[in-house]
């Protein structure tokens, strides 16, 4: 009785807090964006090794990336999304390739950013971040925060647009001062979730940021301090990110016979 009952009330929760507000679609976009993302992670990496049945995709010598499926599926995906509404197969159905899409495009992100083939260079490191990043922020927004912080108002306040207007003004020059402080990853988090935005507006710049540069000029103090901290920081979680790009990108792995060159 109690697996019964257990499975009732995880059936229950789904479709009360998944189904009936219409966030199964972006439920489905989000497992299909990361699921596509690892899928091709480890089918290029076996291209590369040399294994297994997969094979480089070319048409009259010319290498044709998988960012260029991925722009067609993500269009059509968007669109469709967009004709279907947040509800039915049909809405469920393109949100699947819409992710598809986007896991295959954002895969090929720094392809697209520096207008060359760095997939395996230390410039590919972008794709895994942007893909970690974006699925991060899905997933918010799969949780039930909004953006600039719209969630955690009364009804009271959002009915009072005085109030509701400066709360949105608050929170985005908060995530506006992180961006020009050189914390994107925290300003876009920051959206979603004010606090970190907040503490990101606070706290000092990093070295080479906008910010930094403008106020930091005539302050000889804030300079220094600012790059110890970033040193620090950098020094903390540069060697763990690293890491973990290694261990879904596979830029670690050498293939005998050609060295580090990317492939």
Do not use: C
Request: charged share 20%.
């Amino acid at each position: 009785m109690s697996g019964v009952s257990e499975r009732g009330g995880m059936g229950h929760w789904f479709s009360r807090n998944i189904v009936e507000p219409g966030k199964l679609p972006m439920l489905l976009a989000l497992a299909s964006f990361v699921l596509t993302f690892l899928v091709t992670r480890t089918v290029t990496r076996l291209i590369r090794a040399g294994k297994g049945p997969f094979r480089n995709v070319s048409s009259g010598g010319l290498h044709i990336h998988h960012v260029v499926p991925g722009v067609v599926l993500t269009v059509l995906g968007g669109f469709g999304a967009v004709a279907s509404g947040r509800h039915g197969a049909g809405a469920a159905a393109f949100a699947v390739v819409f992710g598809v899409g986007a896991g295959l495009v954002l895969d090929e992100f720094a392809l697209i950013l520096h207008l060359d083939d760095v997939y395996w260079s230390e410039e590919g490191r972008q794709s895994v971040e942007v893909v970690v990043l974006t699925a991060a922020l899905m997933l918010l927004a799969l949780s039930g925060f909004s953006p600039l912080g719209v969630d955690d108002m009364t009804s009271g306040e959002r009915a009072d647009r005085t109030t509701f207007i400066l709360t949105l003004l608050l929170n985005f020059l908060f995530a506006l001062v992180t961006l020009v402080k050189g914390k994107l990853r925290m300003a876009l988090i920051g959206v979603f979730v004010p606090f970190v935005a907040l503490v990101g507006a606070v706290r000092l710049a990093r070295p080479g940021s906008w910010w930094a540069r403008r106020l930091y000029r005539r302050r000889p103090r804030a300079r220094a301090r600012s790059r110890l901290r970033a040193y620090r920081h950098d020094k903390r979680w540069t060697r763990l990110r690293r890491r973990f790009q290694d261990l879904i990108g596979g830029f670690q792995e050498r293939v005998p016979g050609r060295g580090s060159t990317p492939s």
